[in-house]
């Protein structure tokens, strides 16, 4: 899904809520690649997405969903989805933000 995200009191929308049904989502913001990850919440606790950068720090590479991690197939770098952290590469993550939930949209902020 691409997206012009329009901007309301420091927000930006990405999309409707119910538009995405199966996370990772891939969603493209100003050009550039995203996925929204839905994370483990606790029981009775509402449930958080965050959006993750799908750009490797390393070569540039996009990043791909495979089994539990984001993989990137230029040197396989790997990442786990939730925290955008790396899994095989000490201190290396995906830029990783919250997303909100207002009106039924998923939002970030514009800053």
Not at 11 to 30: H, N, W
Not at 57 to 84: K, M, Q
């Amino acid at each position: 899904m691409s997206n012009q995200l329009p901007e309301a009191n420091g927000f930006r929308i990405i999309g409707k809520v119910e538009d995405f049904t199966s996370f990772p989502a891939s969603v493209t913001i100003d050009r550039d690649p995203y996925f929204i990850i839905q994370t483990a919440c606790q029981e009775d606790a509402p449930q958080e997405y965050k959006l993750v950068s799908a750009i490797c720090p390393h070569a540039g590479g996009v990043v791909r969903p495979w089994e539990n991690e984001l993989i990137c197939p230029l040197h396989y770098w790997s990442f786990d989805p939730a925290t955008g952290q790396s899994t095989n590469v000490p201190g290396e993550q995906l830029d990783c933000q919250p997303i909100q939930i207002s009106d039924g949209q998923f939002i970030i902020s514009a800053s």
